[in-house]
DNA sequence: CAAGAGTCCTACATTACATCA
DNA sequence: GCTGATGTAATGTAGGACTCT
């Protein structure tokens, strides 16, 4: 048939992240498919792998007897939650049924460092995880399935984030960059049409540098050094102000700022 | 073949808890 | 010890892709 799951995956991951903004980090996806693609895998092998493991549902009596029994040797289970749950026997807010052992409220485990290095370290080869890598890294650690997935999510997410304030940052610097070359082009502008509403200013001065104008952008480069390094679209159309007829010299530099 | 239901996965938003200053 | 800020585990939801009927 058919598309191996692993394949759907990433190929959910990367044709969301082309119509979204996603990570590029994502990528990395193929060479870790790479190394599963030799798997077995096909529907009917996965599905009764997915039925006795539902990492969706909500950790069942069986699955903490299961897992979540060992799924925290390792982790630190604050103190304070025990309390909270004594706080609030109730469950609060909706989350009344089968939770671990009777204890209502969620508890939040913190992943112990091991946890979180081996997790980083499988983060940083792939972003995502098909069913078989999550089982594998999720008895690796001894937490459930669904904590790695959690687990995998919520990275993703601050990858983006940190990502987002990249690239907003960049947008920042950037547009303060245009602000200041629109602010010079201005003044260029500005100059030149000093300079073409009185003509015999510049019938006075001692034929300056050669002016250069870049055919691609059409910007003056002002001074020597300009010339000396154009910048670099073509090749730059030198222009003298003492060439015939002086007009149509201004009127060629009379150009909008772009 | 098309349509609809079911399943699975993901991103995203939000909540709730843990920790620290 | 209390409190607000911060980090993050966990939850809920919506949407897309796929399979099956």
Redesign the pocket.
Known sequence: ???E?ED??L???L???SS???HPL?MNLMAWNDLFASTERS?ETI?PF??GI???R??STADCEDEAGISSPNS??????GK?SER?PSG????SDD?DGGET???????SKEQ?AVLEESFKEH?????KQKLALSKQLNLRP??V??????????T?LKQTEVDCELMKRCCESLKEENRRLQKEVQELRALKLSPHLYMHMTPPTTLTLCPSCERVAANVSDQAAPHRHHAPISISPWAQPAAPFIRALDVAPH
């Open positions: 048939m058919l598309v799951k759907l995956g190929s959910l991951s044709r969301s992240s979204e903004n996603r994502q529907s599905r997915l039925k539902d990492v969706n909500k950790p630190t289970v604050s103190s304070v939650s909270r609030e609060g807010d909706g989350m939770e409220s969620r508890k939040k485990l913190r992943l979180s972003t995502t995880l098909n069913p669904r904590q997935e959690v687990w995998f999510q919520n990275r993703r997410a601050r983006k």
